[in-house]
């Protein structure tokens, strides 16, 4: 399994776009430290991982395996997988490198890696401190350290609002493709009675959910950043789940102003793709 190897130690060796200390790799790698490309490049526009159905890729996913010395298992199946925990990024050092399942890594496109998922896999990232989500598609194994669960791609970490910091708290939460080619979110926090269809018309009275946080500040900030984008009520309802509070940013009720298609397409670009219709009591 040397071409599992390989890449495994590489992404151990990733930092996410921070200073990284390198063992050995100096003679894979031209770049001694990681980071992001020369000119800053904006990555808003790049796209979601469309979530489909693929067989699990013939190198990665041997289990258990052992990097740096310490072992790791690699789950049978992704459903039902969502964690919360530190994202970090890797960038310009290891584009153009293989990646765990022998693809190449694009540091432009929506991926990441992790220790245990299968691969290929796809995930929800949301970044707990601003609320935006993004969606990417795991096929690298790492980052290989105690304090964090998933390591993004440059594309993803921008999207995220995380390339300045380096980290982010977020959650991690797995999208199975069903068989029709719907896609299912393991979500307890769901509370949409369907997904919201791009081309709906504007429902009057209804309920956006933008997103949830676990500190009231978080929620203040995006409902601040809300109002000034759209001519709709916003609000922040709290809500106890196991024994700790989040607060969810909601807009609405919908004045029917705007169709809600268009008010989609506004939280989209604004880096909140995840809203969905709900029913509050």
Known sequence: MKRL????????????????KDSGSSSRYSMKHDRGPDQ???????????????PVSRWGNKSPYEVLGKRYYVLPNAEGYRVRGNASWYGKKFHGHTTSNGEIYDMYQMTAAHKSLPLPSFVRV????????????????GPFHDDRVIDLSYAAAYRL????????????????????????????EQEGRS??????????????????FSTESGARDVAERLRGLLQEPV???????????????HLGPLTGSHTLSWILDQLKAAGYPGAHLVDLP
């Open 126 to 141: 949301t970044n707990l401190d601003n609320g935006r989500q993004v969606v990417v598609r795991v096929n690298d194994r």
């Open 5 to 20: 190897m390989l890449p495994l130690l590489a992404v151990a060796l990733t930092l996410g776009g921070c200073a990284s």
């Open 195 to 212: 997904l919201v269809s791009a081309d709906q018309a504007a429902i009057t009275g209804r309920m956006l959910q933008i997103a949830a």
């Open 40 to 54: 800053a490049i904006s990555m808003a526009h790049v796209p979601d991982a469309v979530p489909r159905y693929e």
């Open 161 to 188: 609002d995380m390339l300045q910091k380096g980290t982010a708290r977020v959650e991690v939460e797995a999208i199975i493709p069903g068989s029709t080619g719907a896609v299912l979110a393991q979500s307890r």
């Open 235 to 249: 609000q922040i309802n709290p809500v106890q789940r196991e024994a700790r509070t989040l607060y969810r940013v």
